[in-house]
């Protein structure tokens, strides 16, 4: 089965690849060589995190964002004008973020923040904004940090860990779920999350057991004993999770593993999983085989610009998108930095094909959730 080092040779190829993949989608007259009519072009801007933790979820949804925008432009652009979508690639680090919202802020043709990814850059690009420092409609961002506070100019569209986490376990209430296992992939994972999933097992009256990993995931799955819980909620991505899984083999009281919507079941399958643990994995989009108007547009628009099989990652990157060109093309007058804020801050409701926006007191929007479940047997089911 796949190994630790095999994982990272594979994230290793994927940052190889991210470079290509950011150019790609930067605008016509960022690229050398080529042209375009600035006076007609409208920018989005979309920053997305390609450090090695991230680049798994960025790829993908990424990959969605940009099928969106050639769709869109395909079909006229915005108002009869052409979306110039601008990739702005970091490394996860704060000088990284600076520099990309420094590109972001000076370019004056650029109206809006698109789709931010991952989460802890989603999460540092509104602690920014919350500061003043970003005068900017932050839009769909890739936000699973439930403890923020959202100012008004960040407009969340996808359910944050919080609503992930309680309509995963509720599917688990019959067992009478009283205690909880949570695995952190890293140590990085553990400072960034723990505190918040603390305080959501808190909430929902929950004995949690943390567990850190810091290496050999496997030895860690191994290891288990009889009064580690049986639900184990898994904080971390999908090279981790396969590695923790494999260490499960051995182990013969029945686990039942929760991943986030960070972890693609898909590749789980492919990279080699241990066939003795169900996982569970939530997504706060619809599934990518449902008949919904949004995801029959996504699919249709993947297979014909992409050779890219669909995932729960690029749904969201297209949704993003498509929410995104929603607003801007609703918008009266003309189409400023300013005048797009302005028509962000509306928050207004928008069915787009099925998926439903709509924000409460706390100005975060959904808790639409579905999830998916590779079973012991290998199959996937959602």
């Not at 060589?33 to 007609?40: E, H, L, P, T, V």
């Not at 961002?141 to 986490?165: C, G, K």
């Amino acid at each position: 089965m796949p190994s630790v080092k095999t994982n990272l040779r594979r994230r290793h190829l994927l940052q190889q690849v991210s470079s290509l993949t950011a150019a790609a989608a930067a605008p016509a007259w960022a690229q050398p060589g080529k042209s375009a009519d600035a006076s007609r072009a409208i920018v989005i801007a979309q920053v997305v995190d390609f450090s090695q933790a991230q680049q798994d979820v960025s790829k993908d949804f990424l990959i969605g964002s940009r099928a969106a925008w050639q769709d869109v432009n395909a079909r006229g652009g915005i108002r009869g004008r052409q979306v110039q979508h601008l990739a702005v690639e970091t490394d996860g680090t704060a000088p990284s973020l600076v520099r990309a919202l420094d590109t972001v802020r000076d370019n004056p043709l650029c109206v809006a923040l698109s789709g931010s990814v991952g989460d802890q850059i989603a999460s540092q690009i509104v602690a920014i904004s919350r500061q003043g420092n970003l005068n900017i409609a932050h839009a769909a961002p890739w936000l699973q940090n439930s403890s923020l506070d959202i100012d008004d100019r960040t407009f969340p569209i996808f359910a944050a860990r919080q609503e992930q986490i309680a309509y995963a376990l509720k599917t688990l209430s019959v067992m009478g779920l009283k205690e909880l296992g949570t695995i952190y992939g890293t140590p990085q994972d553990y400072t960034a999350y723990h505190a918040e999933v603390e305080r959501i097992a808190t909430g929902m009256q929950l004995t949690m057991q943390s567990f850190r990993g810091a290496g050999d995931l496997r030895l860690m799955g191994q290891k288990l004993t009889s009064s580690t819980p049986a639900v184990l909620l898994f904080i971390g991505g999908t090279p981790e999770l396969a590695d923790f899984t494999q260490g499960l083999e051995k182990q013969a009281r029945q686990r039942y593993l929760v991943a986030l919507a960070d972890v693609n079941l898909q590749t789980m399958m492919q990279m080699g999983t241990s066939r003795n643990a169900p996982v569970i994995a939530t997504q706060p989009v619809p599934l990518v085989n449902s008949s919904l108007p949004v995801v029959r547009s996504y699919r249709e628009t993947l297979a014909r610009l992409f050779d890219e099989p669909p995932t729960p990652l690029s749904l969201a990157g297209y949704i993003a998108a498509r929410y995104t060109y929603e607003v801007l093309n609703d918008l009266d007058g003309p189409l400023t930095r300013q005048s797009a804020l302005t028509a962000f801050q509306r928050r207004a409701s928008l069915d787009l094909g099925g998926f439903r926006i709509s924000f409460n007191a706390q100005r975060r929007s959904s808790n639409f959730v579905t999830q998916s479940m590779m079973s012991a047997n290998g199959r996937l089911i959602g």
